[in-house]
């Protein structure tokens, strides 16, 4: 396996300005996932690396394989580009059986029968379709369908994984066997791969990495730890999951502790930078906002309101109206609150993230 190297990738088509100098690398053997909105050059960027499109500019490496490069005028056909990739409509041949479509692509290479048995037979074993090699594609479920595209991609052991949107034609319990399905496949296979999707939860826990695309460029990449806990601008943050946004402005920086006044009332921030503008923007995730009846916290705890419960089996959701602000905030215990009860809601310091301004 090899590690995808992307730098200054740009795509138009037209007008529309689709991918923006992006730079991103996929290291050996893990999996990135490219998230964001509808319309962001995810898929383009995809095409672009899978050689279906054609950049204006930037370098495209596969290892020490040149894919695309401008500035070398150099554009490798897709059909050499050692590429596996499946689509969101999966695109498996309707008149083919299931043992056809996925020996489509060693058919392409005219490798021998008796080879290309063997392996076929080795990742339908891998993909859990046994017994249904002789079914025709038309006869499969959509879950199915998905892993025929799976085997049919992977199955001439290429360089790369794309997957554009694999899943978005499954009902949400399919998807959830699915994503564990194929983090178990990619950990045997120890493929580079790509992944293309605006599923936030898919992205989490599929990616060793996560690139968030906005209006054609990539404006924040990291583990998704690092994104989800630090994200770089309010887009990312409410793009991510829900979180509290707040307005605070600051009093004063001591040591690598911010003091923050909020309409809350004043606020700890644990801050790794000693410089940062007098008005913030800050947020925090509510499972990490701890609500108590009594008041259990020296500091960075307020009083307020309960204004709605909802209950979600294994947690309950809060919203608590503190003078004008409505926090919102997650917990798996039963604490005993009711609406309209008085409350106490605790922001520890340090599951604050102040937004660079
Ligand atoms: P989605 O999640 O909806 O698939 P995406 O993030 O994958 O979206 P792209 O398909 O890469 O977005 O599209 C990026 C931009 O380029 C969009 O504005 C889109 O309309 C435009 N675009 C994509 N393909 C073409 C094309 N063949 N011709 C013209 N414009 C295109």
């Given at each position: 396996m090899v590690?995808?190297?992307?730098?200054?990738?740009?795509?138009s088509?037209?007008?529309?300005?689709?991918?923006?100098?992006v730079?991103f690398?996929v290291?050996d053997g893990?999996v990135?996932?490219l998230?964001?909105?509808?319309?962001c050059g995810k898929?383009?960027?995809?095409?672009?690396i899978a050689?279906?499109e054609?950049?204006?500019s930037?370098?495209?490496?596969?290892?020490?394989?040149?894919?695309?490069?401008?500035?070398e005028?150099?554009?490798?056909p897709?059909?050499k580009?050692s590429?596996?990739m499946?689509?969101?409509?999966?695109a498996?041949?309707?008149?083919?059986s299931?043992?056809k479509n996925?020996?489509y692509p060693l058919?392409?290479?005219?490798?021998?029968?008796?080879e290309?048995?063997s392996?076929v037979?080795?990742?339908?074993?891998?993909?859990q379709?046994e017994?249904?090699?002789?079914?025709?594609?038309t006869?499969l479920?959509?879950?199915q369908q998905?892993?025929?595209?799976?085997a049919?991609?992977?199955?001439?052991e290429?360089?790369?994984?794309l997957l554009?949107e694999?899943?978005s034609?499954l009902?949400?319990?399919?998807?959830?066997?699915?994503?564990?399905?194929?983090?178990r496949?990619?950990k045997?296979?120890?493929?580079?791969?790509?992944y293309?999707?605006?599923d936030r939860?898919e992205a989490?826990?599929?990616s060793?990495k996560?690139g968030i695309m906005?209006?054609?460029?990539?404006v924040?990449?990291?583990?998704?730890?690092?994104?989800y806990s630090?994200p770089?601008n309010?887009n990312?943050?409410?793009?991510l999951?829900q979180t509290?946004?707040?307005?605070?402005?600051?009093?004063?920086?001591?040591g690598a502790?911010?003091?923050?006044e909020?309409?809350?009332g004043?606020?700890?921030?644990?801050?790794s930078?000693?410089e940062?503008?007098k008005?913030?923007?800050?947020?925090?995730r509510?499972?990490t906002?701890?609500?108590t009846?009594e008041?259990?916290?020296d500091?960075?705890t307020?009083p307020?309101?309960?204004v709605?419960?909802a209950?979600?089996?294994?947690?309950?959701e809060?919203e608590?109206?503190?003078?004008?602000?409505t926090v919102?905030?997650?917990s798996?215990?039963?604490?005993?609150?009711?609406?309209h009860?008085?409350?106490?809601?605790?922001?520890p310091?340090n599951?604050?993230?102040?937004?660079?301004?």
């Open positions: 590690e995808l190297f992307v730098k200054s990738l740009s795509k088509y037209g007008e529309v300005s689709a991918v923006k100098d730079s690398t290291e893990s990135m996932t998230l964001g909105p509808s319309g898929t383009t960027t995809l095409r672009c050689g279906l054609k950049p204006e930037g370098l495209i490496k596969g290892g020490e394989k040149i894919l695309f490069s401008s500035e005028q150099k554009l490798v897709a059909e580009r590429v596996g499946v689509f969101q409509s999966y498996i041949w309707p008149h083919m299931v043992f996925i020996a058919k392409i290479r005219k490798e021998k029968d008796s290309i048995k392996k037979s080795k990742v339908i074993d891998m993909v379709l017994g249904l090699e002789n079914r025709p594609a006869a479920s959509g879950g998905q892993r025929v595209a799976f049919r991609a992977i199955v001439a290429p360089d790369f994984l554009d694999p899943m034609n009902d949400a319990r399919l998807r959830e066997t699915m994503r564990h399905e194929l983090r496949l990619q045997n296979l120890k493929i580079t791969t790509l293309v999707t605006h939860v989490l826990f599929l060793h996560i906005d209006k054609g460029e990539l924040q990449a990291g583990t998704p730890r690092e994104i630090n770089k309010s990312i943050a409410t793009f999951g509290n946004m707040m307005d605070a402005d600051l009093v004063g920086i001591d502790e911010a003091k923050l909020t309409k809350m004043g606020l700890f921030v644990k801050t930078t000693g940062l503008s008005k913030l923007t800050i947020c925090i509510p499972e906002v701890l609500i009846k008041k259990a916290y500091r960075n307020f307020g309101t309960v709605s419960i209950y979600f089996g294994d947690y309950s809060y608590v109206r503190c003078q004008d602000t919102k905030l997650h798996s215990e039963d604490v005993k609150l009711q609406e009860d008085q409350a106490w809601v605790y922001l310091s599951k604050i993230t102040i937004l660079p301004s």
